[in-house]
């Protein structure tokens, strides 16, 4: 198998250096296998994977029955796009919308993917059921946001770097500052079709809104008619300790976008979900994906979601999340500023003068522990679902030392 591959890291690392685009600068650890919590690296060394690929692996690595799934459906029939039918595709509508408690479903691939899909339904929706002039629809976004990377999201993206050097924009959005409601109430006009919002912002580096501003929005997008789309592609799916980050304040969003963890790491898959007044307004050719919707995406979407129920994984982050992070605001380093999140969505953040999350990142992963920071100067803890009690101590009895060095 590949694990006996002749290449150290340092090799591995040297080629995708030499020939692959630098549009990231990951830690210099080369994985090669991955079981529940744990990965490898090439040289055998075992880490406990604190990212889960930004929760696209919330039922853990490789999990066997969604790639019991994966392998059946491999054999029998991996795609067919959506010129014909397949028999995977009813079944996931069916059973996600049972789950999630949607009417509707439109599955893509990635999660950028989604929320222009979601984009282009609510655009549609504004000129076809609430009648905003042709043209002239508005969408509001938060500041800090993340949606991906296409050109028309980074067009509402308030991160300088996603921008520069990426223009022309798409127009017709509107940046508001994130988790003040009356900055929404005042930014809505009769041409505003949605506001689109992550219920914890993720890679705005885990930024929990104050209590009631879910329920507040879904108040104000109620009252003038705008739709409220929740981002949920990192929230999602169990991660803060919900099935949806919404769902602890009881707020149902209008449209939902989910992705990530929805194919369990297996396989991108991603979707809308919503109401049939919204996504009843695609027609025949008005959208579309070659993969998406496929058999095997289905298919291990399907199990990649009874796992996560069947398996008690919600309430796992809920519990577990909340001792995790308890445990990591008692250390009482000279270096945090703030210990926040919510379920297994943990953000650490460090004072101005610590000297940036890198460095600290780098020495957790000496000590087995693999985090990414996010925005310089936070650490994000946001392991697998499954993860254990005594995983937890075994992490924290690692993490003490790095967050107490000098
Ligand atoms: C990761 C993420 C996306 C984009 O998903 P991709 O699969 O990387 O395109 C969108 N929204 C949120 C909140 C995310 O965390």
């Known amino acids: 198998m590949s694990i006996a591959l002749n290449y150290s890291s340092e090799d591995l690392i040297d080629l995708e250096d030499r020939y692959g685009a630098h549009n990231y600068r990951p830690l210099d650890v080369v994985l090669s296998k991955g079981e529940g919590v744990w990965v490898w690296d090439v040289e055998g060394n075992r880490y406990m994977d604190c990212l889960s690929a930004y929760s696209a692996v919330n039922q853990g690595h490789a999990h066997p029955r969604i790639r019991q799934a994966l392998i059946e459906q491999a054999e029998r029939l991996p795609l067919t796009s959506r010129a014909f039918r397949n ?29 222009e899909t979601a984009l282009k339904a609510a655009r ?3 000129y076809t059921v609430k009648g905003v002039p042709d043209g002239q629809a508005k969408i509001i976004a938060c500041q800090g946001n993340f949606a991906g990377r296409t050109i028309s999201i980074i067009s ?49 580096g885990v930024i929990v809104p104050p209590d009631g501003y879910l329920t507040q929005v879904r108040d104000i997008c109620s009252r003038h008619n705008v739709l409220m789309i929740a981002d949920e592609i990192q929230t999602g799916l169990g991660r803060t300790g919900k099935l949806f980050a919404c769902d602890h304040e009881d707020v149902q969003p209008d449209v939902i976008t989910i992705g990530k963890a929805l194919s369990g790491g297996y396989y991108p898959v991603s979707a809308v979900l919503a109401s049939r007044e919204v996504l009843g307004v695609f027609n025949p050719g008005d959208h579309g994906s070659t993969f998406g919707g ?17 398996e008690n994984m919600i309430k796992n982050a809920a519990e577990l999340g909340e001792y995790f992070q308890d445990q990591l605001a008692e250390i009482n380093s000279p270096h945090v500023k703030e210990v926040r999140g919510k379920g297994l969505l943990i953000g650490v953040e460090l004072k101005p003068g610590s000297g940036g999350a890198r460095r600290f990142c780098e020495a957790l992963q000496e000590r087995g522990i693999l985090a990414k920071e996010t925005h310089h100067n936070i650490i994000r803890f946001a392991p697998p679902l499954v993860i254990t009690r005594q995983d937890i101590d075994w992490t924290l009895d690692r993490i003490r030392p790095v967050l107490l060095m000098d």
Do not use: H
């Not at 003040?180 to 993720?202: R, S």
């Open 156 to 204: 509402f993206s308030s991160e300088p770097q996603y921008r520069d050097g990426f223009g022309p924009f798409t127009p017709g959005f509107k940046i508001i500052p994130y988790g003040d409601a009356k900055a929404l109430k005042d930014a809505i006009t009769p041409d505003t079709a949605a506001f689109i919002v992550e219920p914890i912002q993720g890679e705005g």
């Open 87 to 115: 028999d995977q595709l009813g079944l996931f509508y069916q059973e996600v919308c049972n789950l999630t408690g949607y009417e509707m479903a439109l599955p893509m691939n990635t999660g950028a993917e989604a929320v």
């Open 124 to 126: 549609k929706w504004s």
């Open 294 to 310: 496929n058999p095997l995406g289905m298919a291990v979407a399907r199990e990649a979601l009874r796992v996560l129920v069947e």
